[in-house]
């Protein structure tokens, strides 16, 4: 099985056996290679210091971030907490998963993204109604905004957590100044009953937005004077901005990081936050691109937010170029 073509060899013959047990070794060797980047600092030739994140769906996953020697968690996409159930995970259950995953980054970053729900992702007991164009409709910071105390349930939690470690929180999907300032709304609410009730939380935890729209794009400068930082989820930014599902085939050419238009959106986004001097990263698969990560370090990107596999590849790239 081919992996990374997305094949599947039948009755393979001596040719293609020696073929991919050359590859296979070649892989073995470079794995191997890249264990002197285990924990190193990711710095340029240069000497610009960037950071790479690892991107992580379930508590347990940070036991590998940790082992890769990722500077951080980029992203925790806590959907996944509320998947394969009957109900939604209450306050305490999520507060468990959320600090376990700060303490076991001994403080560094968590940057942890509220319920990102709707699209490709449909919970049944949520009773998200079917849409004839579901990722155009009621998901992600929608959804939540819309059904106020499953948001505040886990805003607690989050606000609790963020006290045994580095948590920070991002809104997805934000499209529009107002929804902003709703959710920091919500959140104030979310700590005054919190204080209310004698339970400890963090006060100035950091808030910050992923920009996945062109409308986001086009407004980043607006936002970046509303939020700590932004985090640029290319995946569905690529998707928005080229009207291209990346699951369609006869469409997939468009679903393309590297086009014109995208490389554009990202650049716009990144000299917005920098002009606002607030932390800018990316959570989507360019992140780990050879071919995007150059241009990132250019336009003066903080931190690159990878699979945990990729950590340590990003990082010697990021480490051998100027």
Partial sequence: MDAVKGEIISGADSESTKLYTDLKKQEEKERLSLKEYINRKTVTKSGLQKA??????????????????????????????????????????????YSTVAKAMGGKEVI??????????????????????????????????????????????????ACYGNIKIILPLVCTVDEVLQAKRILEECKAELYNSGVQ?????????????????????ELANLVDFFSIGTNDLTGYTMAADRGNREVSYLYDSNNTAVLKAIELTIKNANAAKIP???????????????????????????????????????????
């Avoid at 939380?201 to 400068?221: F, H, N, Q, R, W």
């Fill in 52 to 97: 790479v994140y690892s991107n992580i769906a379930k508590a347990e996953d940070v036991h590998n971030a940790v082992v890769n020697g990722a500077e951080g968690i980029g992203l925790f996409r806590t959907e996944f907490l509320y998947m394969d159930r009957n109900e939604a995970p209450g306050e305490d259950e999520q507060f468990e998963a």
């Fill in 112 to 161: 942890i993204r509220t319920l990102d729900v709707g699209g490709d992702k449909n919970i049944d007991y949520l009773n998200i109604e079917k849409e004839d164009n579901p990722f155009m409709g009621l998901r992600a910071i929608r959804y939540c905004l819309k059904n106020r105390e499953l948001f505040k349930i886990q805003l607690r939690a989050l606000l609790r957590a």
């Fill in 201 to 221: 939380y963090k006060d100035d935890i950091k808030l910050g937005i992923m920009i996945e729209t062109p409308a986001a794009v086009l407004i980043s400068d």
């Fill in 280 to 322: 800018v990263g990316m959570c989507g698969e360019a992140a780990a691109d050879p071919k995007m990560i150059p241009l990132l370090l250019k336009w003066g990107l903080d931190e690159f937010s990878v699979s945990t596999s990729r950590v340590l590849k990003t990082r010697k790239i990021i480490c051998q170029s100027e």
